[in-house]
């Protein structure tokens, strides 16, 4: 009898596993984290994108930050904190890096790769509302 007690045991441990599997792939759909390219990725995918564009062009607008550039360089995270969302760069993670190069004065900044995407949104935005002002970003000088 102690035999067919394993098996039933065992049988509704495979029935609990493959549900909490289910469980597992449905929360990952529902965070749509999924990067065809890159593959598990961080940022503020998805929710509050709005909240996030709206940040971002207010910085820029303050000039407290400055129009993403078409230059950086693209690597595992290393820890750094995403200056569009604030929030830390895992190392399972894609993290760009931007280095800005003014008068003599080199000024390093990081971000996700969904934060990139709409740092790089809001930033066309700028441009477009600010044509007759906006001559150039310091990107032009990004090394």
Same mark, same amino acid.
């Not at 009898?1 to 029935?15: F, G, I, K, N, R």
């Not at 599997?21 to 990952?28: E, G, Q, S, V, W």
């Not at 993670?93 to 008068?103: M, R, S």
């Not at 066309?124 to 090394?143: K, N």
């Given at each position: 009898?102690? &035999? ?12 609990q596993t /493959? ?13 749509? /984290? ?24 207010? /910085? ?10 078409? /230059? ?7 820890? &750094? ?41 809001a930033s066309?935005?700028?441009?477009? &509302? ?14």
């Open positions: 009898m102690p &035999q067919a007690e394993w098996v039933t045991s065992s049988w509704a441990l495979v029935m /493959r549900a909490l599997l289910r469980k597992t792939r449905d929360r990952i759909a529902l965070n749509s /984290r999924l990067n065809p390219w890159w593959g598990v990725s961080g940022s503020s995918d998805g929710v509050g994108d709005g909240a996030l564009m709206r940040s971002v062009l207010d /910085r820029l607008e303050r000039g407290v930050l400055f129009p993403a550039p078409s /230059r950086m360089w693209v690597g595992k995270g290393t820890g &750094q904190i995403c200056a569009i969302c604030a929030q830390t760069i895992h190392p399972d993670e894609v993290e760009n890096e931007i280095a800005i190069n003014d008068d003599g004065l080199t000024v390093k900044l990081w971000a996700h790769i969904g934060c990139l995407a709409i740092w790089r949104r066309d935005v700028y441009r477009e &509302q600010h044509s007759s002002s906006f001559t150039d970003s310091p990107a032009g000088d990004t090394i």
